[in-house]
């Protein structure tokens, strides 16, 4: 009763545009977020299906139900998992479910298809949401990636091994596989449920859609070191981070909704974290000179976007919405997106900073990257995964982007930007130098900002892939004795002056 209650009054506010639907989810403080955002999307994208239905039967004068209330009802009655409610509202969605399923008939009949995906609009990725793998990281505060492959097997899950090629997460029935590119990622067919799993429960495992796992994986912070999580609600690159910081160092994490912080406060109590510290914050108020930020080294920004990448707001997102209101919204987006990268550079001691978003919009993504260099020059970005199916768009094909065609995950767009190792010196070096590449985490080779300089470097992307998670110690060791070098220099001009 609560769940459709929830979800049709989230649908009614988005109808009227008083939120993205998303952020609607997250702030319903509704107990189970993942059943009813599933809920929510799937009435949205079927909703003029529904609202067809709903018409021709007179569902509403009948049983006197709102349109909101009884699109949910209808979907789940006719398209879902059948309803979950009992009382009136059950006994009356059950009298009129024979004239509601011939309604739905009528429709297929009309658009000649058997099948209730074909009646969504043209376009509509519905088929992709069916398709992409389950994604599971392991949560290495709490377990190991063996001991999880161990207990999913007593599970009946059959082990193939590690992917090879995309093509290798494209599963069916019981059985799952290692990551190709995340080694604490597993994927498993479509759809299979965790959220009832002990493992799930315990937080020895988070489901995580794999593209959102870049961030934390590109970004790489060394243990101990200190890492600040600009947007960081409801959490899970912070948990990310942490794992990878083992727990040590400091994690400095904001948001400034204090709803999803809350959520976020209990799902990384259950990951185990111990190395963060939350800020119901307005990042772009948050001063990069404060002595507490002296160390922080690296960030990562996950703004707050469009979310147009997300399989199944893509189309409900923008079908209703006149092109020009869509235009103004990016625009607001774009130009907040920028603030808060270029205050993201401002920590002084800040080696790199990943950004990204679960949006498929250029102004969102390259063009607000491309913005950020211009207005930072000390800073460039890092050429990532070489190997990675989908480049950002020309001209950064530095970035990632991702999607369910090409790499059977959500859209999303990743660009990971690096201050030069010596930025006042970058204007005699502007060309890779291979101690610059020496001084990469793991997974990454470093090309200048200019595109030319990425292109078809592919072999020796592939071997710089391999460099050893130490490297960022190279880098500041290599700016120390820069900085040595500096003071000598000065020394000996203050002498020779004397
Ligand atoms: C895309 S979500 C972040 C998701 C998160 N990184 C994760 O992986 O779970 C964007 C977040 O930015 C927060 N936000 C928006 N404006 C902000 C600001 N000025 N300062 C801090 N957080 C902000 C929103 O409340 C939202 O929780």
Known sequence: ???????????????????????????????????????????????????????????????????????????????????????????????????????????????????????????????????????????????????????????????????????????????????????????????????????????????????????????????????????????NKTSHLAAIMRNTGRLFAFDLDAQRLATMSTLLLRAGLTCHQLANQDFLKVDPDSPQYKDVEYVLLDPSCSGSGMVCLRDNATADQKEEEEEARLARLASFQLRCLNHGLR??????????????????????VAACLQQNPSFRLVHLLPQWPERGLEPLPQCLRASATKTLTHGFFVALLEKHSAAASAKQQPVLQKSDAAATPSGLSVMEEEPAASGGNSEASDSEERLTPTAGETDSQSTKRKKRKRKKKKKKATEKAE
Not at 50 to 71: G, H, V
Not at 74 to 99: E, F, I, N, T
Not at 354 to 365: F, K
Request: hydrophobic share 40%.
């Open 1 to 235: 009763m609560a769940l459709y209650l929830k979800a049709a009054q989230i649908l009614e506010k988005a109808e009227k545009k008083q939120g993205a639907l998303k952020t609607l989810v997250y702030d319903s403080r509704f107990p189970n977020i993942k059943q009813l955002f599933a809920l929510v999307c799937e009435t949205q994208k079927y909703s003029s299906v529904l609202r067809d239905i709903i018409e021709s039967t007179k569902l509403l004068k009948l049983t006197k139900l709102k349109m909101p209330l009884a699109k949910v009802l209808v979907y789940d009655l006719l398209m879902g998992q059948g309803l979950k409610c009992g009382g009136s509202w059950k006994s009356a969605m059950m009298k009129h479910r024979p004239r509601l399923q011939a309604a739905l008939a009528r429709i297929k009949v009309k658009q000649k298809v058997s099948r209730n995906e074909d009646l969504l609009p043209a376009g509509t990725q519905q088929s992709d949401e069916h398709r992409l793998p389950r994604y599971v990281r392991v949560n290495t505060l709490k377990t190991t990636v063996e001991d999880v492959m161990d207990y999913v097997k007593r599970d009946g899950f059959t082990y193939l091994g590690e992917a090879v090629r995309l093509d290798d997460l494209n599963l069916k029935g019981k059985k799952f596989v290692r990551d190709l590119h995340l080694p604490e990622l597993l994927a498993f067919p479509p759809k299979t449920d965790f959220h009832d799993h002990f493992l799930y429960k315990a937080g020895h495992i988070i489901l995580q859609d794999k593209a959102s796992c870049l961030p934390a994986h590109l970004l790489n912070p060394p243990p101990g070191s200190h890492v600040v999580d600009a947007c960081a609600a409801p959490g």
């Open 347 to 368: 920590f002084p001691r800040l080696k790199r900073l990943v950004y990204s978003t679960c949006s498929i919009h250029r102004q969102e993504n390259e063009e607000v």
